[in-house]
């Protein structure tokens, strides 16, 4: 159940859920993933990975650390189990040089997804509107030109429709210049079911789907971050 | 929330009023003058009565002491007695309280709070209907209740306006008028401690006699409501927000203004948006989109026929209805072979825009009538855009007033039958006092008269983009195809 990951977290005292709590999270929401399981061990990554089938990804589990990549905490594109070994020992010894103070849960294992289109879809609090859902494209678009949308929550199916079509960069999603365009209702389908799981947890103060990728005919969130309130 | 609603409505729309507290001059009395119903004073202070009661005004010592029921109580006695007559117009089971006065929360010190804090105890233990505190209350122009003497009484009209400032609820209540824009109800809300925004909208959502909302908002306590009931109201009547305090300047000033919470603008937009609200950010954007959305007709076709004069003038005024977003397409064939036969095109042109002065003006003002058949029927046409430029079609009708009833009955005719919208455009130019009377002619006449190509140009937009939207919502309001 969604509430155990939650009370779990802030039982231990925890206010960040990890890749592995919150991608279990979204799935019980409905919300289609590329999954992640936690491995401990480079044995348990071996053996993960053979299940999950490769190529696979591997990413640090912290609360501490906020951007993985900066600290050599992901690897992608691990194509056999002898990657998996080096590329876990690798990881924990640049993280642990990187950030010595961080504590560590583990490290996440997924199968990698093919490319789509990154867009973000992510949640904050607004303190006089409540929960408030941002949309935009991943990557530079995002950082650079701060070309998203919001919409308060709840939305309607007519706030998701127009909640996409409202950044500016709305022409890559449509297929730029041969590209294949992104399932558009899949991404509103997703926006919806997130509005829906944000208003049935009220306890949820932050929420990151960075990137979603949005293919031709489905959209799945690679990375997730959910933060709730503190335990009252 | 149907018990508030009707609670509401017998404040606002009252038979007895009561004013407690006025002094010399009386202002509140005498800004009842007009009032339809029965004014009651309350006032104990011996220096005061006797001037009430020369104006033919009856004066009890308490509200418990007027002898009917009292609908609607203008309360402007020192803050320190507030809560005294709170509980008078609770035992006396009055509609409702306008609290005019102030010195409550919005000072910041703890007596103001603390006298505030009883206000809100008291009022809603009683379930009184109250406005403010700190607020101008109600006007009501059909029943004649007002809070300013230059208001006008006797007739209302379909706007209802929200305002959390009492300045511009006076200063919009003054000014629509002027511009042919009548108002149900205006009310100013203060410190909105008991009744905030989404009451007030609810209102006005379910007021027979309110056809569109407009709201003067600073900020408001309970966010997640106003959006929910905005959303609601929104679908049912065009809802103007102009939300003060965009800036960080601005919001600075609204928290020592009016002691609410200010919110960034991105949120506000978000929130206009999505509910399918109207933005304007000016009163002169309030009033000009409100001129189009009453008196224009309901249509949101983008391609306009510009009826214009002289060279320049036709150029600008397509640059200002195309930059804002308008087609000024060419006609059919057959307009233009038909324009052909009585078109005068030496200095003038028929392209669209339409150069038109020599081929209406004067003698051959009947004209007029052949344009706008052609206008009426071209399939290329959704929106007729005229300038009554004063410099040359105005002119004609201060110089010679008799033309001027000939020109309305043109424009009427067009306008009645048509389901295409018609706004004129009458710029002051530097003959405003006799503009004026022509303008003045054209709003009694019902058309929507704006003052500037680029104003026009604005408030078309923003009313047909409001048009386009819910009529798009209501195909929408249909369940999404499931995956």
Known sequence: ?232 | MADLMQRMDRALNPRVVAVVGDKKPYTWLRNLQPFTGKVYSVQIDPNEIPGIEEMGVENYPSLTAIPEAVDYVICAVPRQVAPRVLIDAAQAKVGGVGMFTSGFAETGEELGAKLQDEVVRIAREHDIVLLGPNCMGLYNPRLGVRFSADQPAGEGGPVGFISQSGTHAISVSLLAPTHGIRLSKAVSIGNAVVLDVPDYLEYFGQDADTKAIAIYVEGVKDGRRFARVLREVAKRKPVLIWKGGQTEDGARATRSHTASLSSRMAIWDTLIRQAGAIRVDTQEELLDTLKVLLFAKPGYGRRLALMAHTGGPSVVITDAFSRAGFAIPELTQASYDELATFFNVIGGSYRNPFDMGGTIGGPNSANLDRLFDILERDENIDTIVMDVAANFMARQFFQNPERLPEFLARLTRQRDRSAKPFITILNPAHLEAEVLPVRQALQAEGFPVLPSFERAAAALRRAMDYRAQSAVSDQLSAPATPR
């Open chain 1, 1 to 232: 159940m969604a509430s155990n990951v939650i009370e779990r977290a802030r039982g231990e005292g925890r206010v960040l859920l990890n890749e592995v709590e919150s991608k279990e999270l979204l799935e019980e929401a409905g919300i289609a993933t590329s999954g992640a399981k936690l491995a401990r061990t480079a044995d348990e990554a071996i053996a993960l990975a053979a299940a999950l089938g490769y190529p696979v990804v591997l990413k640090i589990l912290s609360a501490d650390i906020a951007h993985k990549s900066d600290v050599g905490g992901v690897a992608l594109g691990l194509a056999d189990g002898e990657a998996v070994r080096r590329g876990f020992d690798g990881m924990l010894r640049a993280v642990r040089a990187a950030q010595p103070d961080a504590r560590i849960d583990g490290v996440s294992v997924q199968r990698q997804a093919a490319a789509g289109v990154e867009v973000i879809i992510g949640m904050t609090k607004d303190p006089q509107f409540g929960p408030v859902l941002m949309f935009g494209l991943g990557g530079v678009l995002v950082e650079v030109l701060r070309d998203v949308a919001f919409r308060l929550v709840p939305l309607e199916p007519k706030d998701a429709r127009e909640l996409v079509r409202e950044i500016k960069g709305f022409p890559i999603l449509q297929g730029y210049r041969g590209a294949p365009p992104a399932d558009l209702a899949a991404l509103e389908a997703l926006i919806l079911k997130l509005s829906a799981f944000i208003e049935a947890h009220p306890e949820i103060d932050e929420l990151d789907l960075n990137p979603v990728f949005a293919y031709p005919d489905s959209a799945i969130a690679v990375d997730a971050r959910v933060i709730v309130s503190p335990a009252s």
